[in-house]
C-alpha cells in the first residue's frame, strides 16, 4: 500500500495492477537487502508520518537519516 496519488487513483480507484513507483522501489531495495529499519519514539513517527501527508515530505526523518550517516563516519 502506498499513499500517492498514482496509487491511490489508479491501483485503489481504477484496479491497475501495476504498482506506483515507490512500490517497486521499495521491492528493489527489499531485493538488494538495502532497506533500513530505523527504530524511533512513537511521537517522531507522528510527526514523520504528518508531514509526509501534510506536506509531501519529511525534514524530521531526512535529519534522523541524517544523523545516522554521521554516525558512519
Known sequence: MCSCPDYVINVVGRGR?????HILALRRASDANSVVELEI????????VFEIVSDGFSKTLRQVINSLDSLKK
Not at 17 to 21: E, G, H, L, M, S
Not at 41 to 48: A, D, K
Open 41 to 48: 519514539e512513537p511521537e517522531v513517527f507522528e510527526e514523520i
Open 17 to 21: 495492477t501495476k504498482p506506483c513507483y
